[in-house]
């Protein structure tokens, strides 16, 4: 078993932000409804302080994480190493949907490089800090870069292309919940 951690320390912080990928998780209340699982990448992810972290959002062809953590905020973050030395980090807590010209948007915003697909900005509130062993997750030597794809495609639509997709694929999720 591993352990659990009382907050986000300056180590943990340093490790979290060293990880090129990471996977947000959440699901609707309805039994029936779909868990979501996805990954993140890029300069998008901050610890804002011991029991609270934050990313950009970027525009996708989904809308998840933003509809479920509006209905019960519900949120797992997860760092997993893929290097020599094994290692699962989990970061259980409540979630926050923050909307262009909000504070927290502002806040988490202000940290990164601007990207034109940015759509939101997630808060979570942590609660729960676990360190897992790793040992069942493959070693990957090398990244070779990150994906521009949604930063070149976003600047290619242009502003109101991009409101016109999130208005056609953001509307809600696929479980009906309402989404931006």
Do not use: K
């Amino acid at each position: 078993m591993g352990e659990v951690f009382a907050a986000i320390d300056d180590d943990l912080r340093r490790w979290i932000e060293a990880q090129p990928l990471w996977f947000t998780a959440t699901a609707p209340l309805d039994a029936g409804g779909r868990v979501n699982v996805s990954p993140r990448g890029g300069d998008s992810f901050s610890v804002l302080g011991p029991h609270r972290v934050g990313w950009v959002d970027f525009t996708g062809s989904g809308v998840e994480t933003i509809a479920h953590l509006q209905e019960n905020g519900r949120a797992c973050v997860m760092f997993a190493s893929f290097d020599r030395e094994p290692r699962i980090v989990r970061l259980h807590g409540r979630g926050r949907v923050h909307r262009p010209g909000t504070a927290g948007f502002g806040e988490v915003v202000a940290l990164h490089p601007p990207n034109p697909s940015t759509r939101a900005v997630i808060t979570v509130d942590v609660d729960r800090v676990s360190d897992a062993c790793g040992w069942g997750v493959p070693v990957m030597d090398v990244v070779t870069g990150e994906r521009d794809l949604i930063r070149s495609n976003a600047a290619a639509a242009g502003p109101a292309g991009m409101a016109g997709y999130r208005e056609r694929e953001n509307t809600s999720s696929i479980d009906g919940l309402a989404g931006l």
